[in-house]
């Protein structure tokens, strides 16, 4: 059983910037594929980037040159690097953890409010 905790959320407004960090209980974090996802008020829960357990990454259109992801497997510990924020990105984002053999595992999200 995974646990995530993710941290850093907060009121930012536009042009801002936030780091959200996740941490995973898992020691062997580094096999897992890793993303964030965000659920705006009142809209679905959306894919906002990934990372994959070798590194490689993938980002949503609407986040792409704005927001970075990584991960240190040395602390089981993602990051999301938030830039440029606008209003739009005001959502609870969450992070998500999958191995090949394993369910989907969630953190209890982390609310990002970007207003003026």
């Known amino acids: 059983q995974v646990q995530l905790v993710e941290s850093g959320g907060g009121l930012v407004q536009p042009g801002g910037s936030l780091r959200l960090s996740c941490v995973a209980s898992e020691s062997i974090f580094g096999r897992y594929n890793m993303a964030w996802y965000r659920q705006p008020p009142g809209k679905q829960r959306e894919l906002v980037t990934t990372i994959a357990a070798g590194g490689n990454t993938n980002y949503a259109d609407s986040v792409k040159g704005r927001f970075t992801i990584s991960r240190d497997n040395t602390k089981n510990t993602m990051y999301l690097q938030m830039n440029s924020l606008a209003p739009e990105d005001t959502a609870v984002y969450y992070c998500?953890?999958?191995?090949?053999?394993?369910?989907?595992?969630w953190g209890q999200g982390t609310q990002v409010t970007v207003s003026s």
């Open positions: 998500n953890a999958k191995a090949p053999w394993s369910p989907n595992y």
